[in-house]
């Protein structure tokens, strides 16, 4: 029989600026009676990677440019905010009242750069993505072998909007350990036919499974251990999150933006 487990870590702190993310996840682990073990994934909730790497900004601290009050006036949405999402992005990709897509600055297609006030203290805080998701989740791999000896992979996940369909996903913002992929190309099916196309983003599959457990409201629960993934996904040391993106090239859609 093939299963896994997934275990969401309960009691976790809130975390604030400078704690080290690594650490009170082994803590809250041990509190919980769960060994982290060789193999382990850990899924980490973007928003607390973020409140501990001094990414939560005050929204009267930012001075919005004329740039950002013109898409405000489209957007119907407060200046100041519009320009904190300018701060993140490399290009507005559409600029319709409600909604203002981007290419933010870490290559990912999203809504309003990612940024959000959802589990943040202050009502005029807001918490920005990390810097480089993908440095983040290595540092706190690295961390976490340092202190128990394991050697696991950490994916930092956040929630999504979908082309075509309604409602957000979980997504991998972030990837250390692992690949990113599960390719089964050139591999045969049930009736010998050889599949063509079938690369399953593994990594964000796991970021969905990893949603379930840790909610989106007000369940403080922000770290799910995967036990059992890696009879199923490979580990890989160079991977990043960035390989999921596509190229110009491959892009259906350019230019209808």
Do not use: H, W
């Amino acid at each position: 029989m093939k299963c896994y487990t997934a275990i969401a870590l309960e009691g976790f702190p809130l975390i604030i600026e400078g704690q080290n993310i690594a650490e009170e996840i082994v803590e809250v682990a041990a509190r919980n009676s769960i060994k982290l073990e060789n193999g382990d994934v850990i899924a980490i909730a973007q928003k607390i990677v973020s409140k501990a790497e001094k990414r939560v900004i005050d929204l009267k601290k930012v001075i919005p440019s004329e740039k950002a009050r013109k898409i405000g006036a489209k957007t119907a949405k407060s200046p100041r905010f519009i320009q904190l999402v300018l701060n993140e992005s490399s290009r507005v990709l559409k600029a319709t009242p409600g909604i203002l897509l981007v290419e933010d600055r870490r290559g990912l297609i999203c809504i309003n750069a990612g940024i959000d006030k959802s589990n943040v203290e202050g009502s005029t805080n807001f918490a920005l993505l990390p810097q480089n998701p993908d440095q983040s989740a290595e540092k706190c791999r690295q961390e976490i072998g340092r202190i128990t000896g394991c050697d696991v992979a950490v994916i930092i996940c956040d929630t999504y909007s979908r082309p075509f369909r309604t409602g957000q996903v979980n997504f991998s913002i972030g990837v250390s350990g692992l690949k990113p992929f599960k390719d089964y190309r050139t591999k045969k099916d049930l009736f010998g036919q050889v599949l063509k196309v079938k690369n399953v983003a593994i990594v964000d599959e796991i970021a969905a499974a990893a949603e379930l457990l840790m909610g989106q409201a007000n369940e403080a629960r922000p770290v799910v251990i995967f036990k059992g993934l890696m009879e199923i996904v490979e580990p890989c040391d160079a991977c990043r999150s960035s390989d999921l993106f596509i190229s110009k090239q491959e892009d259906l859609f350019k230019g209808t933006l």
